[in-house]
Protein backbone atom coordinates (compact mmCIF):
# COMPACT_ATOMS: atom_id res chain seq x y z
CA UNK A 1 0.00 0.00 0.00
CA UNK A 2 1.36 3.27 -0.75
CA UNK A 3 2.38 5.90 1.77
CA UNK A 4 1.42 9.55 1.86
CA UNK A 5 4.49 10.83 0.34
CA UNK A 6 4.34 8.07 -2.62
CA UNK A 7 1.09 9.52 -3.31
CA UNK A 8 1.79 12.86 -3.30
CA UNK A 9 5.07 12.49 -5.64
CA UNK A 10 2.75 9.96 -8.03
CA UNK A 11 0.00 13.09 -8.29
CA UNK A 12 2.69 15.71 -8.85
CA UNK A 13 4.50 13.70 -11.08
CA UNK A 14 0.67 13.34 -13.17
CA UNK A 15 0.33 17.13 -13.10
CA UNK A 16 3.50 18.55 -13.45
CA UNK A 17 5.58 15.85 -15.34
CA UNK A 18 8.07 18.77 -16.86
CA UNK A 19 7.77 21.48 -13.90
CA UNK A 20 10.22 24.34 -13.94
CA UNK A 21 11.12 27.66 -12.61
CA UNK A 22 8.48 30.04 -14.27
CA UNK A 23 11.03 33.06 -14.14
CA UNK A 24 12.56 34.14 -17.33
CA UNK A 25 16.51 33.83 -17.55
CA UNK A 26 19.54 33.00 -19.71
CA UNK A 27 22.42 34.11 -17.13
CA UNK A 28 22.76 32.70 -13.91
CA UNK A 29 22.91 36.50 -12.75
CA UNK A 30 19.60 36.90 -14.02
CA UNK A 31 17.73 34.24 -11.85
CA UNK A 32 19.42 35.89 -8.98
CA UNK A 33 17.33 38.78 -9.44
CA UNK A 34 14.59 37.64 -10.78
CA UNK A 35 14.35 35.79 -7.59
CA UNK A 36 14.62 38.84 -5.24
CA UNK A 37 12.47 40.72 -7.29
CA UNK A 38 9.61 38.33 -6.68
CA UNK A 39 9.36 38.75 -3.21
CA UNK A 40 5.44 39.59 -2.30
CA UNK A 41 4.97 39.57 -6.82
CA UNK A 42 3.75 37.65 -9.59
CA UNK A 43 6.39 35.39 -11.48
CA UNK A 44 4.45 37.06 -14.75
CA UNK A 45 5.20 40.39 -13.39
CA UNK A 46 8.77 39.80 -12.95
CA UNK A 47 9.34 38.42 -16.26
CA UNK A 48 7.56 41.70 -17.69
CA UNK A 49 9.97 44.04 -15.76
CA UNK A 50 12.90 41.82 -16.05
CA UNK A 51 12.88 42.17 -19.67
CA UNK A 52 12.74 45.38 -19.61
CA UNK A 53 15.78 45.72 -17.08
CA UNK A 54 17.86 43.41 -19.09
CA UNK A 55 17.23 45.20 -21.96
CA UNK A 56 19.59 48.26 -20.56
CA UNK A 57 21.67 46.61 -18.69
CA UNK A 58 23.84 43.49 -17.69
CA UNK A 59 25.33 42.42 -14.30
CA UNK A 60 28.22 45.25 -14.96
CA UNK A 61 26.61 48.11 -16.01
CA UNK A 62 23.59 47.46 -13.13
CA UNK A 63 26.13 48.05 -10.41
CA UNK A 64 27.20 51.68 -11.94
CA UNK A 65 23.15 52.48 -12.48
CA UNK A 66 21.26 55.38 -11.01
CA UNK A 67 18.86 53.70 -8.55
CA UNK A 68 16.39 56.05 -9.59
CA UNK A 69 16.41 54.67 -12.75
CA UNK A 70 16.24 51.13 -11.55
CA UNK A 71 13.44 52.30 -9.36
CA UNK A 72 11.39 53.08 -12.38
CA UNK A 73 11.53 50.18 -14.59
CA UNK A 74 11.24 47.98 -11.14
CA UNK A 75 8.04 49.72 -9.74
CA UNK A 76 5.60 47.26 -10.90
CA UNK A 77 7.25 44.43 -8.71
CA UNK A 78 6.44 46.35 -5.73
CA UNK A 79 9.08 47.47 -3.16
CA UNK A 80 10.70 49.26 -5.90
CA UNK A 81 12.90 51.44 -3.50
CA UNK A 82 14.24 48.92 -1.70
CA UNK A 83 14.64 46.24 -4.64
CA UNK A 84 16.09 49.11 -6.70
CA UNK A 85 19.31 49.41 -3.72
CA UNK A 86 19.31 45.70 -3.68
CA UNK A 87 20.04 44.79 -7.13
CA UNK A 88 22.88 47.76 -7.50
CA UNK A 89 24.11 46.29 -4.37
CA UNK A 90 24.17 42.88 -5.63
CA UNK A 91 25.87 43.77 -9.03
CA UNK A 92 28.64 45.24 -7.10
CA UNK A 93 29.25 42.34 -5.11
CA UNK A 94 28.59 39.79 -7.70
CA UNK A 95 31.21 41.81 -10.23
CA UNK A 96 34.12 42.42 -7.45
CA UNK A 97 34.14 38.95 -5.94
CA UNK A 98 33.24 36.75 -9.06
CA UNK A 99 33.85 38.91 -11.87
CA UNK A 100 29.88 38.84 -12.38
CA UNK A 101 28.86 35.12 -11.75
CA UNK A 102 26.70 33.55 -9.03
CA UNK A 103 28.76 31.32 -7.51
CA UNK A 104 27.94 28.00 -5.65
CA UNK A 105 28.03 29.03 -2.23
CA UNK A 106 25.37 29.26 -0.14
CA UNK A 107 27.12 31.23 2.38
CA UNK A 108 28.09 33.92 0.26
CA UNK A 109 24.80 34.32 -1.59
CA UNK A 110 22.53 34.57 1.85
CA UNK A 111 25.24 37.47 2.47
CA UNK A 112 24.09 39.32 -0.58
CA UNK A 113 21.07 41.94 0.27
CA UNK A 114 17.33 40.76 -0.55
CA UNK A 115 18.53 37.22 -0.47
CA UNK A 116 17.52 34.79 1.84
CA UNK A 117 17.52 30.83 1.95
CA UNK A 118 14.01 30.64 0.01
CA UNK A 119 16.53 32.76 -2.67
CA UNK A 120 19.52 30.92 -2.34
CA UNK A 121 18.06 27.65 -2.78
CA UNK A 122 15.98 28.66 -6.09
CA UNK A 123 19.08 29.57 -7.71
CA UNK A 124 21.33 26.92 -6.41
CA UNK A 125 18.90 24.49 -7.03
CA UNK A 126 18.51 25.67 -10.70
CA UNK A 127 21.78 26.89 -11.78
CA UNK A 128 23.82 24.02 -9.76
CA UNK A 129 21.23 21.33 -9.31
CA UNK A 130 22.16 21.34 -5.47
CA UNK A 131 19.07 19.29 -3.96
CA UNK A 132 17.09 21.92 -2.17
CA UNK A 133 13.75 22.39 -1.79
CA UNK A 134 12.84 26.47 -1.08
CA UNK A 135 9.52 27.47 0.32
CA UNK A 136 7.90 30.11 -0.47
CA UNK A 137 4.29 30.93 0.18
CA UNK A 138 2.48 28.30 -2.53
CA UNK A 139 4.80 25.48 -1.20
CA UNK A 140 4.19 26.56 2.52
CA UNK A 141 0.70 26.50 2.26
CA UNK A 142 0.33 23.32 0.48
CA UNK A 143 2.72 21.86 3.14
CA UNK A 144 0.27 23.02 5.86
CA UNK A 145 -2.56 21.72 4.61
CA UNK A 146 -1.83 18.72 3.25
CA UNK A 147 -0.03 18.44 6.88
CA UNK A 148 3.52 18.22 5.93
CA UNK A 149 3.94 20.58 8.50
CA UNK A 150 1.81 22.52 11.23
CA UNK A 151 0.07 25.70 11.18
CA UNK A 152 2.47 27.55 12.73
CA UNK A 153 6.03 26.03 11.86
CA UNK A 154 8.16 28.52 10.40
CA UNK A 155 9.38 28.37 6.65
CA UNK A 156 12.92 26.63 8.05
CA UNK A 157 10.81 24.15 9.41
CA UNK A 158 8.43 23.37 6.78
CA UNK A 159 11.92 23.29 4.57
CA UNK A 160 13.03 20.95 7.28
CA UNK A 161 10.47 18.45 7.10
CA UNK A 162 10.14 18.61 3.68
CA UNK A 163 13.60 16.88 3.61
CA UNK A 164 13.22 14.59 5.39
CA UNK A 165 10.00 13.34 4.33
CA UNK A 166 11.07 13.26 0.97
CA UNK A 167 14.18 11.65 -0.83
CA UNK A 168 16.67 13.66 -1.21
CA UNK A 169 16.82 13.15 -5.27
CA UNK A 170 13.55 14.72 -5.71
CA UNK A 171 13.64 18.11 -3.70
CA UNK A 172 14.49 20.35 -7.04
CA UNK A 173 11.41 19.40 -8.75
CA UNK A 174 9.28 18.68 -6.24
CA UNK A 175 9.62 22.07 -5.59
CA UNK A 176 8.66 23.35 -8.33
CA UNK A 177 5.76 21.24 -8.62
CA UNK A 178 4.56 22.02 -5.39
CA UNK A 179 4.85 25.97 -6.26
CA UNK A 180 3.04 24.98 -9.64
CA UNK A 181 0.23 23.14 -7.50
CA UNK A 182 -0.23 26.05 -4.79
CA UNK A 183 -0.42 28.83 -8.26
CA UNK A 184 -2.82 26.76 -10.11
CA UNK A 185 -4.50 24.24 -8.19
CA UNK A 186 -4.54 24.62 -4.05
CA UNK A 187 -4.93 28.61 -4.39
CA UNK A 188 -5.37 30.75 -1.71
CA UNK A 189 -8.67 32.20 -2.22
CA UNK A 190 -11.09 29.03 -3.57
CA UNK A 191 -8.66 26.23 -4.65
CA UNK A 192 -9.90 23.70 -6.59
CA UNK A 193 -10.70 20.93 -4.37
CA UNK A 194 -13.29 19.13 -6.37
CA UNK A 195 -10.87 17.05 -8.37
CA UNK A 196 -8.07 16.94 -6.41
CA UNK A 197 -6.56 13.49 -5.70
CA UNK A 198 -4.66 14.43 -2.27
CA UNK A 199 -8.31 14.94 -0.99
CA UNK A 200 -7.88 12.48 1.84
CA UNK A 201 -4.77 14.28 3.37
CA UNK A 202 -6.29 17.90 2.78
CA UNK A 203 -7.13 20.07 5.75
CA UNK A 204 -8.73 22.59 4.38
CA UNK A 205 -10.90 20.40 2.33
CA UNK A 206 -11.68 18.39 5.16
CA UNK A 207 -12.79 21.44 6.90
CA UNK A 208 -14.24 23.48 4.14
CA UNK A 209 -15.90 20.71 1.29
CA UNK A 210 -17.05 17.35 3.41
CA UNK A 211 -20.47 16.80 3.60
Request: aromatic residues 10%; glycine residues 2%; hydrophobic residues 30%.
Amino acid sequence: MKDKTEKILEYMDELYPDARCELNYEKDYELLIATVLSAQCTDKRVNEVTKTLWSYYDIFSLQDASQKDIEKIIRPVGSYTKKSAYLIEIAKKLVKDYQGCVPNNREYLESLPGVGRKTANVVLSNIYDVPAIAVDTHVERVSKRLKLAYQNDSVTKVEEKLMKKFPKNRWGRLHHQLVLFGRYQCKAIRPECTNCKLQEFCKYYKEHNQK
